[in-house]
């Protein structure tokens, strides 16, 4: 029996904890894009604040021409923040896509892990019994060899 434990499955192991690692890196990037699709819609959402407030104050002469300008300011503003909903709604179900293949990566490296756990015990008890048997060996034969030469005398 060897005295360091070896686990055979380590390359695999390593391999999972890369691919956990990789998947940790498309979390993030994919939580950073996501970061930043939502500052860019709340940009745009106080861009259309803006473009809805008041244009003319009372009394003031009313400039048709001025107004359809800004209805289509408005408009265009509107269809941009459509826009920017839709692509932080996909960028969500991309982050919640990954989060799920992150979750999994986790639970294959932990289900090496616990089995590595298992064995690493299992050599460390067979060690512990095989020097214990040992030690008594060594012990009955120190005991055993004092008392047959004195009871041969």
Known sequence: ?????V???EAALRQRLREEQTVQVALARASAARTAAAAELARREE??????SPMVGWGEVFNPEY???????????RQAVWQQEALVA??????????????A???QRRALEKLKERQESR?????MGKMERDIDELTTARYIRPMM???AR
């Open 1 to 5: 029996m060897s005295k360091r434990f």
């Open 7 to 9: 686990f055979r499955l």
């Open 47 to 52: 861009e259309l604040a803006y473009g809805n």
């Open 67 to 77: 107004r359809m300008n800004a209805l289509y300011y408005i408009e265009r503003q």
């Open 90 to 103: 996909r960028i969500d179900g991309e982050v919640t896509r990954i989060r799920e293949l992150l979750l």
């Open 105 to 107: 990566a986790a639970l």
């Open 123 to 127: 050599f460390r008890a067979e060690l």
């Open 149 to 151: 030469t004195e009871g």
